[in-house]
């Protein structure tokens, strides 16, 4: 579901800091420094399955998170349904027919995804610091990364989009660091160490490595947390019979994927299904919710006059303000404050 953060909530929700991923960055950088084969295909293998089992569950309340906000034709959950299984169905094929394209067209929703975890109210501030991860490892990493993105796609020209990240990775960077001193001097002081530590972690260590400790425990915890406090669900019992099956249901599309692909080794399965997966998942995750939202604002609305504040048309700038809270008081505020 996408979704912007900021400083403080009325609900007083907390989400997860960076202390666990500076924690996990550091056992791997240690790891690594002493000699671990980080980057070999046992250590790619784990860290693909990681991204699985840490990733999928913080996209499974996207359909109660449109429901709970929004009502209509277009908001029962058998058009939801149907409408997330199309993208899924539609990025599945590109994969198939275009795969470097479909590895381009990721690593784009991918950046627009990561940018929601900086808040800054400037989109290209806030989707610096989530292209320079991406970007990074082409500063010491290249080769591999090259080698990543062949064996997800199966394309020796795959390498393009790794020298198309090379070419963007300073300006990245450079625009990154800037956002990082805005939030620090504003007092988001706890975005700013994340978004450092995670691009430390991305240029230093293998490229899976380092994003799977990003992914796993910064980006997924701090978005499973917003959306059950949007939802109001506390408890297992309270969301476990959603997240559980869908994460199942996720988990075993990613056993059909690596079942129907070709590569030799295990490893190299491993890791397309696991990114074809979340791939396949993202773009639902990221599309639907805006499309949701744009059918229906065609409609004659009540209430609140800017829908764009209940599900998301702005990539990077669509989080109610507490003025607005205020003056909807039925509406819960998508304001939130961080712990460090």
Known sequence: MTMTYSAASPAGTVLPGPRIMILALALALLAYLVGVPLASQGATAVACVALLLFGLPHGTLDLELIRARLSGPWTG?????????????????????????????????????FAEDWNDGQPLLRAAPALALLAAPTLFHGAELDAIFIGLTNRTDAGIVGSGLAVLAPVAIGLAAWTMGRL????????????LAALAGMTILPPIV??????CFFHSPRHFRHSLADLDWRGVRKWGWVVLPLTLAAGL???????????????D???????????????????????????????PHKGPSDVRELVGVDLFNHGAGPAHAESCPNLR????????
Not at 94 to 110: G, K, S, T, Y
Not at 210 to 215: D, H, N, P, T, V
Not at 253 to 267: H, M, N, Y
């Open 184 to 195: 620090w001097l504003r007092g988001e002081r706890d975005q700013a160490i994340g978004a």
């Open 210 to 215: 380092g994003f799977a400790a990003y992914f």
């Open 253 to 267: 599309l990613a056993a059909i994927l690596f079942g129907l692909q070709v590569r030799t080794e295990i490893s």
């Open 333 to 340: 505020s998508r304001t939130i404050r961080f712990r460090g």
């Open 77 to 113: 959950m058998a058009t939801l349904v149907a409408l997330y299984l199309a993208f899924a169905a539609g990025m599945y094929a590109v994969w198939q027919v275009q795969p470097v394209l479909a590895l381009a067209a990721f690593i784009a929703i991918a950046v627009a995804h």
């Open 269 to 299: 399965r491993i890791m397309a299904a696991s990114f074809m997966t979340l791939s396949i998942l993202t773009v639902p995750h990221m599309l639907v919710p805006l499309l949701i939202n744009r059918l229906v604002r065609r409609r």
